[in-house]
């Protein structure tokens, strides 16, 4: 069978990074290696993935690198880098894969050769692992799963509601290469990641539940500091605008109409109501104009 590289990147996670590295083991595929940074942590981190090490390094390959900070898009690069498996599957130092994910998600992508990449659906657990959400998908971020049985219906998931809670994702390395990996300087990396996949209808999607999604406070992408949602924001809208040209249209109209709806959140959080109205508006005439724009002529088969 193909092997799998668990790309691990952590960073003070001491409370739950011996649990993710349980759950690598836990699953039942046999082919599989981890590849692990801290990249920096300043709490024991570090010493938590060495006993584990110590305790397991001899039931599956781990490779793992401790160094100064350098951010989630450099170190993931650098994992793909020291990686060795066909597939990637990504991982996070504080949320754990759920058994069976992944044979369903390589099984996946051994039936569809187009697809570079697939995600899958996680459960929401709390700090100490109990339930919170059965689908991180619906339950958490409100989607449709509905719309990610087609390409078409995933690159308006992607673009216009990004529902990707948690690592779910397996990549073929050479899709990887093809995307030009990770952007290096981004503060949160998965939209722009997939957005360049389902710009090239690469990405597929299974209806289960491949990880487990820890919320626990300290969830950079779940902050209610004012200030870093602000920065977080305008780099999505930096993100989208970069990604524009990928998209045929409508596609390329809603991304545009994302763009205003991700400045109007900027302007009610900096208490701008002029600008906030402005953007909405435009949001609105653009989803309007997307909506009775032809779809352009797209050489990918339809079925995800």
């Known amino acids: 069978m193909p092997l799998v590289s668990i790309l691990i990147p952590a960073y003070n996670h001491e409370d739950f990074v011996e649990r993710c590295l349980d759950s690598v083991l836990e699953d039942g595929y046999p082919a599989k290696e981890i590849v692990i940074i801290d990249d920096g942590s300043t709490d024991k981190t570090s010493e938590r993935i060495q006993a584990w090490i110590a305790r397991h390094g001899h039931e599956v390959p781990v490779e793992f690198a401790q160094r100064e900070n350098k951010g989630i898009t450099a170190t993931l690069n650098e994992l793909a880098a020291r990686a ?3 597939f990637y599957r990504l991982g996070a130092s504080d949320d754990y894969l759920l ?5 369903a998600q390589v099984g996946y992508l051994l039936r569809h050769p187009c697809k570079g990449a697939v995600i899958g659906d996680s459960v929401v657990v709390d700090r100490d692992g109990e339930r919170l959400h059965a689908s991180g998908m619906a339950d958490l971020h409100g989607a449709d799963k509905r719309l990610y049985s087609t390409d078409q219906g995933i690159r308006r998931a992607v673009i216009t509601r990004w529902a990707v809670g948690g690592p779910v994702a397996l990549l073929r390395r050479s899709a990887l290469e093809t995307v030009a990996r ?3 300087g981004l503060r949160i990396d998965d939209w722009d990641l997939f957005l360049r996949l389902a710009a090239n209808d690469a990405l597929g999607f299974i209806d289960i539940p491949v990880c487990a999604y820890r919320l626990h406070g300290a969830n950079l992408s779940k902050t209610r500091h004012r200030a870093t949602r602000i ?5 999505s809208r930096d993100v989208a605008i970069r990604r524009l040209c990928l998209f045929d249209e409508p596609c ?3 991304l545009r109409a994302q763009v205003h709806y991700i400045g109007a959140k900027v302007a009610f959080l900096q208490g701008k109501p002029g600008r906030l109205a402005a953007r909405l508006g435009c949001y609105a005439l653009l989803r309007c104009w997307a909506a009775i724009r032809p779809a352009a002529a797209h050489p990918h088969p339809e079925e995800a």
Do not use: A
């Not at 058994?99 to 044979?103: A, D, M, Q, R, T």
């Not at 920065?231 to 780099?235: A, D, G, H, W």
């Open 84 to 86: 060795h498996g066909e």
């Open 99 to 103: 058994p069976g994910g992944l044979e």
């Open 182 to 184: 990770w952007t290096e």
């Open 231 to 235: 920065v977080n924001l305008e780099e």
């Open 252 to 254: 390329r109209t809603l």
